[in-house]
Every structure is written in C-alpha cells, then in structure tokens.
C-alpha cells in the first residue's frame, strides 16, 4: 500500500531559527515528490518538485532533499520567519497501470514564534 | 499571477441534497483534479481529468460524485446526494505542461 509518513507531527521553533521536516514513502513506482506549505483554511503551495534524479532543489529558503534509494525527502526551512507558520505536506506520485496515483502525507505542523 | 479560483468559498447543505462545486482553472491549463481535506486529517485525491474525459479516480470518488467541464473555463464537481460525511473542504488543482499543481482556495462544504 502506498504510503507517505511525515515527522514530526508538529514543531515550534523560535523565529530566525532553521529546521528540518521529513517524509518517508512507500509508493512504488516512484514518479515524483513535492512539497507543499498549507495555511489553515487555504489550499496548498507548491514549493519544490523533485523526480528519481534529482537530490535537492531549493526555493529560496526552503530546500529539498530527496534520497530515492532510501525512499527518504527532507525539507530544511533556512532562517524561519513568522510567516513559515504552516503545515508542510509531503505529496508523492506514482505511476501505476498508465495513470498517476498521488499520495498525501498528513503533514508536519510548524509554528515559529516570535 | 494567474491563479485557480474556487466558487463558493463555503456551502451548507442538508443531508441528500445535490451540490455543485465550481472551479476555474489557469486559463492554458489541460489537467485538472479535485481533492478533499476532511477537518484535521490529510487531503485525498479524489479524480483526475484530461481531455474531457476522467483520466482516474480514486476509492472515495463513488456514483455519488461526478465532474464535468460544461465550457472551456469552469471544471465543476457534483455531490448527487450529500452525506454527513461528504462534509469537508474541497480543492481544485490544475495542471499545464509542467509538473506543478496548482490548487484553487477551496470551498468548505458543511453538510447538516
């Protein structure tokens, strides 16, 4: 079954501070991962995509790293500022029978505080 | 920016009604998708559409729910008769050329 574990769950961290989110999967065949920040109440943003080749990829401060052989992602937040206060959702696609199967991780919820 | 907008921002229906959820995509867009958060848990894809035609679909997107795009801007979403547990907050996404989904704000669905 394909699966996507987030750790951790939630985190508070004090402005200015860096952090570290992860995401673990199972889904096979891999296509591609994504990050996403989710205000409370809106729809998620896209912040990175990264495919099977790729191993990082930045978007200003946020960072992505991806470990295909581990079927491990990170995403290291640089210098927080209040406004990072979100849920970070780590979303993998697969592809399986010629469609693509996405699968949600539930999240990591971060506040920064001042 | 173009963005993905979402019509109602909130509906709330009693139990068996029929809802429409409207969406407008990113103009060139040709991938479009619905997905679901119910209140405090991850969100779940429900269907994929491409060239007018539902490319896939997942386990919860039952005979109760279909979608359509009835001209070339709006994708809408239909609950034939709605569940206690249809209630949650619906997205839209689109999809051009590139990888990238775009999600529209959503509309909070209560059903009573």
């Known amino acids: 079954k394909n699966q996507v574990e987030q750790s951790p769950q939630s985190l508070i961290i004090l402005e200015g501070k860096n952090c570290t989110l992860q995401?673990?999967?199972?889904?096979?065949?891999?296509?591609?991962l994504r990050w996403y920040k989710q205000d409370t109440g809106r729809g998620p943003v896209s912040l990175t995509i990264?495919?099977?080749?790729?191993n990082t990829k930045s978007n200003g401060r946020y960072t992505a790293t991806l470990d295909a052989d581990t079927k491990q992602s990170s995403l290291h937040i640089t210098a927080s500022q209040l406004s990072d206060s979100a849920s970070y959702i780590c979303?993998?696609?697969?592809?399986?029978?010629?469609?693509?199967?996405?699968?949600f991780g539930t999240g990591t919820k971060l506040q920064v505080i001042p | 920016e173009p963005e993905v907008t979402q019509t109602p921002s909130h509906q709330v229906t009693q139990m068996g009604q029929e809802v429409i959820l409207r969406c407008v995509p990113i103009?060139?867009?040709?991938?479009f998708y619905w997905y679901r958060q119910i209140l405090g848990q991850k969100v779940e894809f429900l269907v994929s559409?491409?060239?007018?035609?539902?490319?896939?679909k997942s386990e919860i997107f039952d005979d109760q729910f279909s979608v359509e795009r009835p001209d070339g801007s709006n994708f809408t979403l239909k609950i034939r008769s709605t569940k206690l547990e249809d209630s949650a907050m619906y997205f839209c996404?689109?999809?051009?050329?590139?990888?990238?989904?775009?999600f529209g704000p959503g509309t909070r669905l209560l059903v009573l």
């Open positions: 996404a689109s999809k051009g050329a590139g990888e990238t989904q775009y």
């Open positions: 995401c673990n999967y199972t889904v096979s065949p891999f296509s591609n």
């Open positions: 990264m495919t099977f080749s790729e």
């Open positions: 979303v993998v696609s697969g592809n399986s029978g010629g469609y693509q199967k996405v699968t």
């Open positions: 103009s060139n867009h040709l991938y």
């Open positions: 559409f491409y060239n007018n035609e539902i490319s896939e």
